[in-house]
């Protein structure tokens, strides 16, 4: 038997042109429109520019990447008679997606929402003094006692923040503790550790004042209860009430995103199609070192829609 997860991807998926493959689906157009019209913001044409500045600032990726992810949700279902997936998640802001697509909030309501989270995040670090590094090859415990012995220091905060797939962890916090940390990491064996160029060191302490604005603008949004199951960041555990789903997006700001326990929920479940809905092939990538024997799919063009079609015959 078939059971198959809708996966959403968060930053650092986004690229120019991403959705040119999908850009003759009526719906598609109709889904940025919309949050054009929201934010006053010609998304479809800052996809097309010449450069990515504009799409990798936060404020404009990730109500884009939710934008680009939903539409292309929309599409799947238009081509597939609304065939409604088994689960779906997402990785960080992909959480957003993964809720507008369970029908737990309106698409226009959550693109204004990221926008504010997008907001929140920038002001709580100041540019310049967050930082973010990838961890690889070492064990999450490793990873997690050399940010504790570099916080006990006194450096600054420092904290594993995405455990993305065995052997794959993100670490955030202030600059320097970040930096001293990337050097106690080289020690205890990582094979690579790689600052990565993010102004914003999300998931991590720092975001607190971000998160404390967020339930503000949380409780001004109408929820309802999910169509789909949906697995959350914080706990890997499948949402089963509007109150553990707000306490998850607040909590989401300052907290580890759970990813590799995430898919591994969606096995214990008996998924065995994980399907990577949007723009970009990462998830796809860590999910493979997760979940071996689960088929994977990026969803992405007509060809993969069809593709996933058949597949699910």
Same mark, same amino acid.
């Given at each position: 038997?078939?059971?198959?997860?809708?996966?959403?991807?968060?930053?650092?998926?986004?690229? !120019?042109?991403? /959705?040119?493959?999908?850009?003759?689906?009526?719906?598609?157009?109709?889904?940025?429109?919309?949050?054009?019209?929201?934010?006053?913001?010609?998304?479809?044409? /800052?996809?097309?520019? *010449?450069?990515?500045?504009?799409?990798?600032?936060?404020? =404009?990726?990730?109500?884009?990447?939710?934008?680009?992810?939903?539409?292309?949700? +929309?599409?799947? #279902? *238009?081509?597939?008679?609304?065939? #409604?997936?088994?689960?779906?998640?997402?990785?960080? +802001?992909?959480?957003?997606?993964?809720?507008?697509?369970?029908?737990?909030?309106?698409?226009?309501?959550?693109?204004? !929402?990221?926008?504010?989270?997008?907001?929140?995040?920038? *002001?709580?670090?100041?540019?310049?003094?967050?930082?973010?590094?990838?961890? +690889?090859?070492?064990?999450?415990?490793?990873?997690?006692?050399?940010?504790?012995?570099?916080?006990?220091?006194?450096?600054?905060?420092?904290?594993?923040? =995405?455990?993305?797939?065995?052997?794959?962890?993100?670490?955030?916090?202030?600059?320097?503790?970040?930096?001293?940390?990337?050097?106690?990491?080289?020690?205890?064996?990582?094979?690579?550790? /790689?600052?990565?160029?993010?102004?914003?060191?999300?998931?991590?302490?720092?975001?607190?004042?971000?998160?404390?604005? +967020?339930?503000?603008?949380? @409780?001004?949004?109408?929820?309802?209860?999910?169509?789909?199951?949906?697995?959350?960041?914080? @706990?890997?555990?499948?949402?089963?009430?509007?109150?553990?789903?707000?306490?998850?997006?607040?909590?989401? #700001?300052?907290?580890?995103?759970?990813?590799?326990?995430?898919?591994?929920?969606?096995?214990?479940?008996?998924?065995?199609?994980?399907?990577?809905?949007?723009?970009?092939?990462?998830?796809?990538?860590? =999910?493979?070192?997760?979940?071996?024997?689960?088929?994977?799919?990026?969803? @992405?063009?007509?060809?993969?829609?069809?593709?996933?079609?058949?597949?699910?015959?």
């Amino acid at each position: 038997m078939i059971k198959f997860a809708f996966v959403f991807p968060g930053q650092g998926s986004q690229a !120019l042109k991403m /959705m040119d493959a999908l850009a003759e689906i009526n719906v598609v157009r109709d889904t940025f429109n919309q949050a054009s019209d929201a934010l006053a913001i010609d998304f479809w044409a /800052m996809l097309q520019e *010449e450069n990515a500045e504009n799409i990798n600032q936060t404020i =404009n990726t990730q109500p884009l990447l939710l934008t680009a992810s939903y539409a292309t949700y +929309l599409a799947w #279902l *238009e081509k597939s008679a609304n065939r #409604l997936p088994d689960f779906v998640a997402g990785h960080s +802001l992909g959480e957003y997606s993964a809720l507008v697509a369970a029908e737990v909030l309106d698409f226009v309501d959550a693109v204004k !929402l990221v926008r504010k989270r997008a907001e929140y995040m920038q *002001e709580a670090v100041r540019p310049g003094e967050g930082g973010m590094a990838a961890v +690889l090859g070492l064990a999450d415990e490793l990873v997690v006692e050399a940010c504790a012995e570099v916080m006990n220091s006194g450096v600054g905060v420092v904290q594993g923040v =995405n455990f993305n797939s065995p052997g794959q962890v993100v670490i955030a916090g202030s600059k320097a503790a970040v930096d001293q940390a990337v050097e106690v990491l080289k020690a205890k064996g990582a094979r690579k550790v /790689m600052p990565l160029p993010v102004s914003v060191p999300s998931h991590c302490d720092l975001m607190k004042p971000a998160a404390e604005k +967020l339930v503000l603008e949380l @409780n001004n949004v109408n929820f309802n209860q999910p169509k789909i199951p949906v697995v959350q960041n914080v @706990n890997a555990a499948i949402a089963n009430n509007i109150a553990s789903i707000k306490d998850g997006l607040v909590k989401q #700001l300052y907290s580890p995103v759970l990813w590799t326990n995430s898919v591994k929920t969606l096995a214990s479940h008996g998924v065995n199609v994980i399907v990577e809905c949007g723009p970009g092939k990462v998830l796809s990538g860590l =999910n493979k070192r997760i979940h071996e024997e689960a088929s994977l799919l990026n969803l @992405n063009s007509l060809e993969t829609i069809s593709a996933l079609q058949e597949q699910l015959k």
